[in-house]
């Protein structure tokens, strides 16, 4: 299923797929993947995980949408919400498990 579903009117609803049950390698972005937007814009979707006994938010992955470039104003965008998101968790440090970000080409 498509994790997106776009409405007249340019509104889409993200979907979101509980991917905990199958296994890692038939996942296609990871268990519990939430919307990176930059504006009213879905730009991606980051992979998290909190390691609660050490106070990381570990981050697997940065997936970017189909026709989104990682410029200066992007990378701002996903490392807002990546700061965002380890402020609302409580993380004491933010590390990124694969420095690389993915971009769609699908």
Not at 37 to 44: K, V, W
Not at 95 to 100: K, R
């Amino acid at each position: 299923p498509t994790p997106t579903r776009h409405r007249p009117g340019g509104r889409f609803v993200f979907l979101y797929a509980n991917q905990r049950h199958p296994r890692a390698a038939e996942r296609r972005y990871g268990s519990y993947v939430p919307p990176i937007h930059h504006g009213a814009r879905l730009i991606g979707r980051v992979d998290p995980k909190m390691d609660r006994q050490t106070g990381r938010l570990l981050i697997n992955a940065v997936h970017l949408e189909p026709g989104v470039a990682l410029d200066r104003e992007n990378r701002a965008a996903v490392e807002k919400a990546i700061d965002d998101l380890a402020s609302f968790l409580g993380a004491a440090t933010v590390e990124h498990t694969n420095p690389t970000w993915a971009s769609e080409s699908r």
